[in-house]
Nanobody, 129 residues
Framework: QVQLVESGGGLVQAGDSLRLSCAAS????????MGWFRQAPGKEREIVAA????????HYADSVKGRFTISRDNAKNTVYLQMNSLKPEDTADYYC??????????????????????WGQGTQVTVSS
């Protein structure tokens, strides 16, 4: 069992930056692929970024490429999402998630919501124009 706790959300202006953190419990964090998702009111949850357990593989949604960076520190059981040049359309609840099944490949990560096994409670990000 893994527990995930997000932090770092808040209210910012367009063009500002935020760094989200996701702290994980458990000794097997380093073997989990991790993802950041977001869900805006009235919309489905969508993937923002994903990272393999080794950090060798990363993925970004087209809407955040060049602005967001996902990273992880396995020694600290933490995954990060650095968000720069924030836009009002980035406003959403942001969730981190862990996948326990991608450990066989150092570069693999899932993209679908249903592929992830553990979820945090979310942190709210609001970007004003």
């Amino acid at each position: 069992q893994v527990q995930l706790v997000e932090s770092g959300g808040g209210l910012v202006q367009a063009g500002d930056s935020l760094r989200l953190s996701c702290a994980a419990s458990g000794r097997t964090f380093s073997r989990y692929a991790m993802g950041w998702f977001r869900q805006a009111p009235g919309k489905e949850r969508e993937i923002v970024a994903a990272i393999s357990w080794s950090g060798r593989g990363t993925h970004y949604a087209d809407s955040v490429k060049g602005r967001f960076t996902i990273s992880r520190d396995n020694a600290k059981n933490t995954v990060y999402l650095q968000m720069n040049s924030l836009k009002p359309e980035d406003t959403a609840d942001y969730y981190c998630a862990a996948d326990r099944d991608s450990y066989l490949s150092s570069g693999a990560y899932p993209l679908l919501v249903d592929a992830y096994d553990y979820w945090g409670q979310g942190t709210q990000v609001t970007v004003s124009s």
